[in-house]
């Protein structure tokens, strides 16, 4: 139905809206600081209190590298980038629920550790699915939808109310959840299981071929 360059393109496409999420944990904090230190505050917080919400997504991003690199040789690189899905939806559901600083520092935390295994199996996802030919096409798609990740927290945050950001916020790892999970695993990760009629099915989806081609 779609040719090979177009069906890698959407494969990346749909695994870069878990990196848009990425981009989106990433700016979370910045839109909604100045509400949350005002008087009319639904979560009162000092000034210290919120410069540590900015801050501590970086420990997070401590938490996840080691448990992320083992669950990329053994559950796969796709279930592994498909799992930051969850972890991310919660992180917006805890917002949308929790009246204190501990909750929204969980929050952040739960950000951090999705952000950092969505850098270490992102551009391995993207790399093993693609061509030689337009491996790096694909591989400025994770860039791009980073930023737009950030660029549209911004403008979401800055446009609604506290509640309403986290609501619209969730819906994009759910839609990444909805529409990853049909996409294949890397061929490379079933040949170093040696699980090589997997690989071929894989690849004969990613390149559009029969397995005699």
Known sequence: MF???VRQFIAASLACIGVFTVGMSFAWSAPILDELLSEDSPIPMSSDEGSWLVAIIEIGNYMSPIPGAYAVDAIGRKWTFLATGPVTALSYIIAMYTR????????????GMAMSVVFMVGPMYLAEIAEVSIRGTIGTVFQISLHLGIL???????????????IYSLIVPIVFMATFIFMPESPYYYVSKNQDEKAIESLKW???KTADQ
Request: proline share 0%; aromatic share 16%; with cysteine.
């Open 152 to 166: 549209f927290t911004y403008v979401l945050g800055s446009e609604l109310s506290y509640m309403n950001y986290q």
């Open 100 to 111: 204190s600083v501990l909750g929204l520092y969980i929050v952040r935390c739960l950000q």
């Open 206 to 208: 990613l390149r559009n």
């Open 3 to 5: 040719s090979a360059t």
